[in-house]
């Protein structure tokens, strides 16, 4: 037990170093070392990609030869069993996140995008009979590709995706 102690307190404090040196936010660089990028004209989801972005009308990502953007797998709720999905690695630039599929049945699913530069890119949102919340940051941009659809429910607008009794949730953080 004794030796276990420190080697705790000294990860601990590997991270806390870590961390206060990526405070402004990652650049490119950092960034694509701690994550798998794609690249725009390699990729099967592109056409995807590109019709959410063309919903923000104006953005950065205007050279499909320079994009590169992050992949959120599927992610899928039901009656409470599933996971959560969170981003909270911030960036210096402005980063394109595409999250896949995201299907909530009877339960809650929660979505934390915290990167002020983020741009989060939603396949689909389907909320059946539960409840979906996503929490953002202030300046993150966020559009949910897809029908758009309340039947029965409470949604938070244009943004929300498919809400079939249930109720959908958007906050953005700007504290």
């Not at 996140?97 to 049945?105: A, F, G, L, P």
């Not at 590709?145 to 809400?163: L, N």
Request: charged content about 20%; glycine content about 8%.
């Amino acid at each position: 037990m004794r030796l276990s102690k420190p080697i705790i307190t000294s990860i601990t404090l590997f991270f806390v170093v870590n961390l206060s040196a990526y405070s402004e936010g990652l650049n490119q660089k950092q960034y694509s070392n701690m994550y798998i990028l794609k690249k725009a004209l390699n990729s099967s989801e592109w056409s995807d990609v590109q019709e959410c972005i063309s919903n923000w009308g104006d953005h950065p990502f205007k050279d499909v030869k320079t994009v590169r953007y992050r992949v959120i797998p599927t992610n899928v709720v039901v009656f409470g069993f599933g996971g959560e999905i969170v981003d909270n690695t911030q960036t210096s630039y402005p980063q394109l996140i595409y999250i896949k599929d995201s299907v909530n049945v009877m339960g809650k699913s929660t979505f934390e995008l915290m990167n002020p530069n983020g741009w989060y890119c939603f396949k689909s949102n389907v909320n059946l009979m539960g409840k979906s919340v996503i929490r953002a940051a202030c300046n993150a941009h966020i559009v949910i590709d897809g029908d758009k659809i309340t039947v029965a429910g409470k949604s938070a607008g244009e943004k929300s995706g498919t809400t079939i009794m249930g109720k959908s949730v958007m906050e953005q953080n700007c504290d």
